[in-house]
C-alpha cells in the first residue's frame, strides 16, 4: 500500500516558479512509476507530467513542456514538479500518482494510488 502527500503549493504571480513535493510511504517508493495530475474547478483532472521508476523515461503534457520539470530521488521517498514560468490557467489542484505498472502513462484511471492535492494558484 502506497500512501502520498503532496507539499509546496501556494499562491505565485504569473511568471513565478514553484517546486512541488511528494512524499511516499514504504520501504518500495521505487518500484512505482509516478505521475502529476491536475484538476482546475468545473474540468476534468488531466495529466501533467509521469516519470518511470528509475526515472529514466519521462513524458509532458504540450501545456506544460518547456515550463515544468518532474523528478524523484528514490532515496529520499520522493517525487518532485519543478514549475517555473507559471500562468493564470496552471491555477488548479496538483495530485501525485503512483502505479505498480512500469508505465501507466497519461490516464488517470490507470493509476492506483493518489495523494490529497495541493492547491496552486496563479494570479494574472
Known amino acids: 500500500q502506497m500512501q502520498l502527500t503532496e507539499s509546496g503549493g501556494g499562491l505565485v504571480q504569473a511568471g513565478g516558479s514553484l517546486r512541488l513535493s511528494c512524499a511516499g510511504s514504504?520501504?518500495?517508493?521505487?518500484?512505482?512509476?509516478m505521475g502529476w495530475f491536475r484538476q482546475a474547478p468545473g474540468k476534468e483532472r488531466e495529466f501533467v507530467a509521469a516519470?518511470?521508476?528509475?526515472?529514466?523515461?519521462?513524458a509532458y503534457s504540450d501545456s506544460v513542456k518547456g515550463r515544468f520539470t518532474i523528478s524523484r530521488d528514490n532515496a529520499k521517498n520522493t517525487l518532485y514538479l519543478e514549475m517555473n514560468s507559471l500562468k493564470y490557467e496552471d491555477t488548479a489542484v496538483y495530485y501525485c500518482?503512483?502505479?505498480?505498472?512500469?508505465?501507466?502513462?497519461?490516464?488517470?484511471?490507470?493509476?492506483?494510488?493518489w495523494g490529497q492535492g495541493t492547491q496552486v494558484t496563479v494570479s494574472s
Open positions: 500518482a503512483a502505479d505498480r505498472r512500469v508505465w501507466p502513462g497519461e490516464s488517470p484511471h490507470i493509476y492506483g494510488f
Open positions: 514504504g520501504r518500495d517508493f521505487g518500484y512505482y512509476a
Open positions: 516519470i518511470n521508476k528509475s526515472g529514466s523515461r519521462i
